[in-house]
């Protein structure tokens, strides 16, 4: 049945119904009612998505116009709500008018992407104002702490540390998470805060952008390369004034905030994920880790090598050099290879070196399956102007100049093949011939065509063009590090690509010292040298600060205290069974001068000699008696070639 009619059946009874009724039904104030039928009549004509909204509507007049509510008349009740309605908009109108105005002439405002680094600046900082994390429309994150940021809440997991068996202590991090606070940071909208004495508005809003998949191939915004949409959000700042100069203020001051503990750390960073980092500007690179700045003294290297690197590499990092280059053509480019055996510290002195420079360290697979050549130019044009790229084990990517196949046998092999056709004349009336040269031809073709599902990463070329190619980038230290540098073609190690190489021995006597000394020389956090004297506290800017450490570290030492009474060997408190702290200076130095004395020079990497002190870091009495035994057992591992440990 269609519309027509079904209009054409109803509006009779309609009419009829409306006429039935109007002298009839009238309100308490002698005003007419709605007829009795027209809710029935009207439900088919408005369909059934309407009939519950009808119902309440016909309800609430009813009710209305009986006079149960307060006697008022329906009327003035929806005159009243239409005046509200509209001064309610007309408000609306004015406010963003004279507001748009307002932002328009008085105001300044600067916008910030989320795809910028100082996106996360401004986040991080807004997360740690009292005002705007008390507001009432926030979002909550949940956040994680790296292995090297001090806890409060770990002083307490060994409440709950003693085992199941009661035979000892063991920290127990089940409830580690828990005990995490999640972070609050303004949500979507409008917030206001206060700095430097000066009001300043926020708007966060959200925006979708299509994205069409055009990644190709793995690159799409989904798996199956279906278009998508790509959120993005954009901080709005503004603050009333025709100058935008405290705008810029407070983001000077957020990043700064961002970077004051920079100078102690040291920030790794690896490409993101393919449908990230096609994005491009920040989303190229993620990071992922904040490791303490490692001194160059932890190193194990000859010291003119040390000073050699270190020296080259300032000079490279020296403002003025980028101007002493440009006036000779040269292009500002600097790269090292490090090479030796492995665990001789060839990384080690990659994350020194970035600790030494205040530089983070770019950390680059080239054997990531999803890494393109495409991919590894972007990257390298995405670095900033000074930091330290690693590439490492260079030597396991496959680098190599595509083999080159002679289609034109030798007369070696033309000798061969002529004496095996001929054989398969005599033998078989030059059957064989016709069978052999369909073997040899299918041979070569396959060694002219590579393999189908052959794996299509990062060629030698590509790696050329993106460390110095026309459009490469310049300003950054390039290190390579490789077991077997003979192996390597000598177009990536020639001068101007790599200009200094650092060859890593095996560990001599002297360095097996410098090993043993550092793995036993007291902590330079600790408040209490070997002679029992006091040394001078940290220097704190806050006396809350202070107390804080102080409850913390005396609730740590009364907890040892209960676990020692209760007949528990404490290892959070392991100080006090340290040999360490009854060695002095002296001590340790005779101590690790017999050490060295049993270390075969050039036998052993540091890598094994500092995890044989390792599983003994309190205890170098007992690392000096079990050195003999363990260099014997390792000399009997090597000369087997086995790779089972009888000693550790």
């Not at 080259?312 to 290879?337: F, K, Q, S, V």
Request: net charge neutral.
């Amino acid at each position: 049945m269609d519309f027509n009619t079904l209009l054409r059946g109803a509006l009779p009874t309609l009419v009829a119904n409306i006429s039935d009724a109007a002298g009839s039904n009238t309100t308490a104030f002698g005003k007419k009612s709605f007829p009795d039928g027209i809710l029935e009549t009207l439900a088919p004509l408005l369909g059934s998505q309407f009939n519950p909204l009808l119902k309440s509507f016909m309800l609430f007049y009813k009710v209305a116009g009986s006079g149960i509510l307060f006697g008022l008349d329906p009327t003035i009740l929806l005159t009243l709500f239409g005046f509200f309605w509209a001064g309610n908009k007309l408000w609306r109108q004015v406010y963003m008018t004279i507001y748009g105005i307002v932002q328009e002439h008085l105001m300044a405002t600067i916008h910030i992407n989320s795809g910028d680094e100082m996106f996360l600046h401004m986040m991080r900082w807004l997360a740690l104002q009292p005002g705007l994390v008390n507001s009432r429309s926030l979002t909550a994150e949940t956040t994680s702490k790296t292995a090297w940021e001090e806890e409060e809440q770990d002083l307490d997991i060994t409440k709950s540390s003693i085992s199941a068996d009661g035979s000892g202590v063991y920290l127990n991090f089940s409830n580690q998470e828990a005990r995490a606070p999640p972070r609050f940071i303004p949500a979507l909208g409008t917030h206001g805060f206060w700095f430097d004495g000066r009001f300043f508005r926020l708007h966060r809003k959200q925006e979708s952008l299509y994205d069409d998949g055009g990644g190709g191939g793995g690159g799409s915004s989904s798996s199956n390369g279906v278009p998508a949409f790509k959120e993005r959000e954009n901080l709005t700042i503004s603050c009333f004034g025709r100058s935008p100069d405290p705008i810029k203020k407070l983001l000077q001051h957020t990043k700064e905030q961002y970077y004051k503990d920079h100078h102690a750390k040291t920030i790794v960073k690896r490409p993101n994920s393919q449908n990230v980092r096609r994005y491009g500007g920040r989303h190229s690179w993620l990071h992922v880790a904040e490791r303490p700045v490692r001194p160059m003294k932890t190193v194990v290297l000859d010291e003119k090598q040390k000073v050699q690197v270190l020296s080259d590499i300032n000079e490279y990092l020296h403002p003025a050099t980028p101007r002493w280059y440009a006036n000779r053509g040269i292009p500002l480019r600097r790269g090292y290879l490090f090479h030796g055996p492995p665990g001789t510290g060839k990384t080690s002195l990659s994350f020194a070196l970035a600790g030494v420079f205040g530089l983070d360290i770019y950390v680059i697979s080239l054997l990531e399956p999803s890494l393109t050549e495409e991919d590894l130019s972007a990257l390298f044009n995405s670095l900033p102007r000074r930091c330290v790229v690693l590439l490492e084990d260079i030597d396991t990517a496959g680098l190599s100049r595509p083999a080159v196949v002679d289609n034109n046998p030798s007369n070696d092999d033309k000798e061969k093949e002529d004496s095996s056709t001929n054989g398969g004349r005599k033998g078989g009336g030059g059957g064989g011939s016709k069978e052999d040269w369909k073997v040899a031809d299918l041979a070569r073709e396959l060694k002219r065509q590579p393999a189908a599902d052959e794996k299509k990463g990062i060629s030698l070329s590509g790696l050329l063009n993106a460390i110095d190619g026309v459009a490469s980038h310049e300003g950054r230290v390039l290190i390579m590090t490789t077991n077997k540098p003979e192996t390597l073609d000598d177009a990536l190690i020639r001068p101007g690509r790599v200009d200094l190489q650092v060859a890593f021995t095996n560990a001599t006597r002297e360095q097996a010292r410098e090993l043993f000394e550092r793995m036993y020389e007291a902590d330079a956090t600790t408040t209490t040298t070997t002679h029992g004297k006091q040394q001078p506290k940290p220097n704190h800017t806050n006396e809350d600060d202070d107390n804080k450490h102080m409850t913390a570290r005396r609730r740590k030492e009364e907890l040892s205290i209960d676990v020692i009474e209760g007949g528990y060997t404490p290892i959070a408190a392991g100080a006090d069974n340290d040999e360490r702290r009854s060695l002095t200076p002296e001590e340790l130095k005779d101590i690790s001068a017999q050490f060295a004395a049993k270390i075969p020079p050039g036998q052993f990497s540091p890598a094994e000699i500092q995890g044989f002190l390792l599983k003994r870091k309190k205890y170098p009495r007992r690392a000096l008696a079990e050195a003999d035994k363990w260099v014997a057992a390792m000399v009997l591992q090597k000369a087997s070639k086995t790779k089972i440990l009888q000693v550790q």
